[in-house]
């Protein structure tokens, strides 16, 4: 943690532990992946379920759309509102018991403060952003996997 | 030389400052003088560009911008540390960030404060926190140092230590503003008072001037502001009836 605060002191505002908020980005991070993995888990038991009504003989059309993944997605933009709040505390965190925005916005470096609030905070929300994009990506494709196999279960079902 | 030309400033529809129009040269101490709210602390302000205004600051002939704004400090009442850090923290902050940190003064001053080096900043006294704010703004390595009302909460030893220190320490060309309404107690030490009044500056007075005519700078103020010495007789002959009464 002293390690990540050293070289990464210059992202947070002074006297904030870069390390703690990074360890608590990625646990917030680690929870939406987990929540996410309700989407893959939803389509697995319909499929199951699909499976059991084609092994009774029942031929029901495999439709399901795309609202479990977002679903079960929502633990990332519920990360980046938080991740957004905290880039507004790190501006608020400069007026608390001082006015040190004062100095901050004398310093000769003008991005300075713009880093040091919102650097981490980006960051997150990237990183959020990706995670999101990969596992929704790959969420569609096991999606496709399973509706493929439902619909080829019902055209034997068929006879066709 | 640090030119403020024709600077006004707005808070609402309430007008700060009015065209003020003035200008520092290099190593002069100033004092600031004016009554609560004449405009003292909006153009400090104005000054570092924390505020918006009409009007223009030059630094040397630019106007102030992140190229030369290392070339003023500021000291503020209302503290510009980070109460969560430590001097030390604050002193490799101020060294990272203004090339011309003069880690000596630091030194030097904190000994002569008798400043605990490693404990927060938000675990001082509220004096000790005013003389730390103090040393910050002077060991910036800036050429003007600004301050605005830096003492309030102090006792006056401290503030006397002070402005002998401050006396002591200046290089030639650094100028100090100063903005206080203890005209009292900074007239030994300043080389020019600027007075301002509801926005707009009403005097400029030098001090060896007013040395060699032989006015005292506190009456000096006083004439400028128009103080009516018998103001408070009046008041008070009115509130007790007494001037009824004479007249009867």
Same mark, same amino acid.
């Given at each position: 943690m002293k390690k990540m605060d050293r070289s990464l002191g210059r992202l947070v505002p002074p006297g904030i532990s870069a390390g =703690?908020?990074?360890?608590?980005? $990625?646990?917030? !991070? !680690?929870? $939406?992946? /987990? !929540?996410?993995?309700? $989407?893959? #888990?939803?389509t697995a038991l319909r499929f199951r379920e699909l499976s059991e009504l084609y092994r009774l003989g029942i031929p029901v059309e495999p439709d399901w759309g795309q609202?479990?993944?977002?679903?079960? /997605?929502?633990?990332?933009?519920? #990360?980046?509102?938080?991740?957004?709040?905290?880039?507004?505390?790190? #501006?608020?965190?400069?007026?608390?018991?001082?006015? $040190?925005?004062?100095? /901050?916005?004398?310093?000769?470096?003008? !991005?300075?403060?713009?880093?040091?609030?919102?650097?981490?905070?980006l960051a997150g929300i990237g990183a959020a952003l990706v995670i999101s994009a990969l596992i929704y990506l790959?969420? =569609?494709?096991?999606?496709?996997?399973?509706?493929? /196999?439902?619909?080829?279960?019902?055209?034997?079902?068929?006879?066709? | 030389m640090l030119e403020i030309k024709n600077v006004s400033l707005r808070y609402g529809t309430k007008k700060a400052l009015d065209g003020v129009t003035v200008s520092f040269a290099p190593g002069q101490i100033v004092g600031l003088l004016g009554e609560n709210?004449?405009?003292?602390?909006?153009?400090?302000?104005?000054?570092? %560009?924390?505020?918006?205004? &009409?009007?223009?600051?030059?630094?040397? %002939?630019? &106007?102030? +911008?992140?190229?030369?704004?290392?070339?003023?400090?500021?000291? +503020?009442? @209302?503290?510009?540390?980070?109460?969560s850090l430590t001097p030390r923290a604050h002193r490799d902050f101020y060294a990272q960030h203004f090339p011309g940190f003069l880690d000596r003064r630091f030194q030097a001053l904190m000994d002569f404060f008798a400043l605990p080096d490693s404990r927060p900043v938000r675990a001082l006294s509220a004096g000790q926190k005013n003389q730390f704010e103090v040393i910050l703004a002077l060991s910036q390595g800036a050429d003007y140092i600004l301050m605005d009302e830096p003492f309030a909460g102090n006792d006056i030893f401290n503030r006397e230590d002070f402005y002998k220190v401050l006396l002591g320490i200046l290089e030639?060309?650094?100028?100090?503003?100063? &903005? +206080?309404?203890?005209i009292q107690?900074?007239?030994?030490?300043? &080389?020019?008072?600027?007075?301002?009044?509801? %926005?707009?500056?009403v005097g400029d007075l030098e001090t060896d001037e007013?040395?060699?005519?032989? +006015?005292?700078?506190? @009456?000096?103020?006083?004439?400028?502001? %128009?103080y009516e010495p018998d103001r408070a007789a009046r008041a008070l002959d009115s509130l007790t009836g007494r001037q009824g009464e004479g007249q009867s």
């Open positions: =703690r908020e990074i360890v608590a980005m $990625a646990g917030g !991070l !680690l929870l $939406a992946v /987990m !929540l996410s993995l309700r $989407a893959p #888990l939803e609202a479990h993944i977002l679903r079960a /997605m929502t633990g990332f933009p519920v #990360l980046a509102l938080l991740l957004a709040g905290l880039a507004v505390w790190h #501006l608020v965190y400069f007026r608390l018991g001082s006015r $040190a925005d004062y100095l /901050m916005r004398r310093l000769p470096d003008r !991005l300075e403060l713009a880093r040091r609030c919102a650097a981490l905070p790959a969420c =569609r494709a096991y999606d496709m996997h399973r509706l493929n /196999m439902a619909l080829r279960l019902l055209r034997e079902l068929r006879g066709e | 709210g004449a405009g003292k602390t909006s153009l400090l302000k104005a000054i570092l %560009g924390l505020l918006p205004f &009409s009007g223009e600051v030059l630094l040397d %002939g630019e &106007s102030v +911008t992140r190229r030369n704004i290392a070339r003023l400090s500021f000291a +503020t009442c @209302e503290h510009s540390f980070f109460p030639p060309g650094e100028t100090v503003i100063l &903005s +206080t309404h203890l107690e900074i007239r030994d030490f300043v &080389s020019r008072a600027v007075l301002i009044r509801g %926005g707009r500056i007013l040395e060699e005519s032989g +006015t005292d700078l506190v @009456e000096a103020v006083k004439a400028s502001y %128009g």
